[in-house]
């Protein structure tokens, strides 16, 4: 067997965005562009609105979305800041049923 090592060199990010919760009236988000082209901040804030539009964040839904929008960030190597006005409850347990 080939042991193929693969150093892929990571990019600095292209695109700069923060996402920030406005607060339980809708609309609930705000996706502002911190730099880089803004046709690709544009696209972004299309499909991450598609995806947060109606759910603020204690929605059950909400987790769910924001690791889409995350990981769509990672695909396009963009730098991705939340800001949701609270603590972010990610390591808490979840409890079932």
């Given at each position: 067997m080939t042991d193929i090592a693969t150093d892929v060199e990571q990019r600095p990010p292209e695109v700069?965005?923060?996402?920030?919760y406005l607060g339980p009236v809708a609309p609930h988000w705000e996706i502002e562009g911190l730099y880089g082209d803004d046709?690709?901040?544009?696209?972004?804030?299309?499909?991450a609105n598609a995806r947060l539009q109606l759910l603020p964040p204690h929605d059950p839904q909400f987790r769910r979305n924001r690791e889409r929008v995350v990981r769509d960030a990672e695909r396009e190597n963009y730098e991705l800041h939340w800001d949701l006005g609270m603590p972010v409850e990610d390591d808490?347990?979840?409890?079932?049923l």
């Amino acid at each position: 067997m080939t042991d193929i090592a693969t150093d892929v060199e990571q990019r600095p990010p292209e695109v700069g965005i923060r996402i920030v919760y406005l607060g339980p009236v809708a609309p609930h988000w705000e996706i502002e562009g911190l730099y880089g082209d803004d046709a690709a901040v544009n696209e972004f804030r299309r499909r991450a609105n598609a995806r947060l539009q109606l759910l603020p964040p204690h929605d059950p839904q909400f987790r769910r979305n924001r690791e889409r929008v995350v990981r769509d960030a990672e695909r396009e190597n963009y730098e991705l800041h939340w800001d949701l006005g609270m603590p972010v409850e990610d390591d808490l347990p979840v409890q079932s049923l």
